[in-house]
């Protein structure tokens, strides 16, 4: 079974940085979708599902609009884990984040990933 664990959620003023983990287990499947898309979404209350950053097959990434020059998703393939490292935090960064797993291209749309983590929690003040 697939469980997509992420961690390093939590509480910072605005300004703050904060760097989140995604864990993939459940070798035969992480190992697939490891190789191939791998994003981080992020719903906050009352708004939809965004896609914030994925990164692809040949490690080609891509960040939102919305956190360019902030955020960078980078990926330890050797550890099966994913991060998404979060500088100069705004107040509107505060919502759920989502780590996911998906097909060889990378999309933005949250349909198109078919593993999804517990969510790790963040909150800028």
């Known amino acids: 079974h697939v469980q997509l664990v992420e961690s390093g959620g939590g509480s910072v003023q605005a300004g703050g940085s904060l760097r989140l983990s995604c864990v993939a287990s459940?070798?035969?499947?992480?190992?697939?979708?490891?190789?191939?898309?791998m994003a981080w979404f992020r719903q906050a209350p009352g708004k939809e599902r965004e896609g914030v950053a994925n990164?692809?097959?040949?490690?080609?990434?891509r960040v939102a609009d919305s956190v360019k020059g902030r955020f960078t998703i980078s990926a330890d393939n050797a550890k099966n884990t994913l991060y998404l490292q979060m500088n100069s935090l705004k107040p509107e960064d505060t919502a759920m984040y989502y780590c996911?797993?998906?097909?060889?291209?990378?999309?933005?749309?949250?349909?198109?990933?078919?593993?999804w983590g517990q969510g790790t929690q963040v909150t800028v003040s």
């Open positions: 996911a797993a998906g097909l060889p291209r990378c999309t933005w749309f949250h349909s198109d990933f078919g593993y």
């Open positions: 990164i692809d097959i040949d490690g080609s990434t």
């Open positions: 459940g070798f035969t499947y992480a190992r697939y979708y490891t190789r191939y898309c």
